[in-house]
């Protein structure tokens, strides 16, 4: 598969990238999307909720009333569930929803979302660009020469660019991530994959297929 690679003002430079058929060309697994996208949403969880139990309530262990003669159901402590204000049974404890993948079927999941986007048209490769300042205004401008400033943008660069980053960082719709960072969830999160040039030739280092 080839793209043409595009300027930042969204012209055709001539010159032409072959994408590589098994990152971009294999049959998508949807279950290892899935997965892996599962796990990410997992990972955000933070884990520290908390509610007391019977056993960590303040309160008397003096037997309400007596055991009979009452009418009513028996009850030995205040701090008992049924009552308001008692513990709460099986009640959240602080945990950890991470689990773990094996790093093949992160793999398989990867290509398999960026596949997809290939199959659907959603890719963009644009030569390598940089700001001599963060300016917003500028990175804006880059949108709307790529016709892409009405869609979620995934931005992909080679290596960390504190410009690039900082000029996007205000705008709701776009996301700048280094290729060694790529995420299954990013990539399907994102409408539009805008690669820089230098970017594709580091998927071929993050897949090991050099």
Do not use: C, W
């Not at 520290?48 to 055991?67: M, W």
């Amino acid at each position: 598969m080839e793209l043409a690679i595009l300027n930042t003002a969204g012209e055709d430079t001539g010159r032409k990238i072959e994408l590589n058929d098994s990152v971009f060309g294999i049959e998508p697994n949807e279950h290892a999307i899935y997965l892996d996208v599962k796990q990410f949403l997992a990972n955000q969880r933070q884990g520290t909720h908390k509610s007391k139990e019977r056993a960590e309530i303040s309160g008397s262990t003096a037997k309400l009333k007596k055991q009979k003669g009452t009418g009513t159901a028996r009850a030995g402590s205040i701090k008992s569930p049924i009552f308001r204000g008692g513990g709460r049974v099986f009640g959240p404890r602080p945990r950890n929803y991470g689990f773990k993948l094996n790093k093949k079927l992160k793999q398989l999941a990867r290509k398999s979302a960026l596949t997809i986007k290939a199959q659907n048209d959603a890719l963009m490769v644009v030569e390598d660009f940089n700001f001599e300042a963060p300016k917003t205004k500028e990175f804006v401008n880059i949108q709307n020469s790529l016709k892409v400033a009405d869609k979620k943008v995934l931005l992909v660069l080679s290596e960390d660019n504190k410009n690039i980053y900082l000029s996007s960082r205000n705008l709701k719709n776009v996301n700048v991530v280094r290729v060694s960072d790529l995420a299954t969830y990013d990539i399907m999160k994102a409408s539009t994959l805008v690669f820089v040039e230098s970017s594709v030739k580091g998927l071929d280092e993050m897949f090991k297929l050099n």
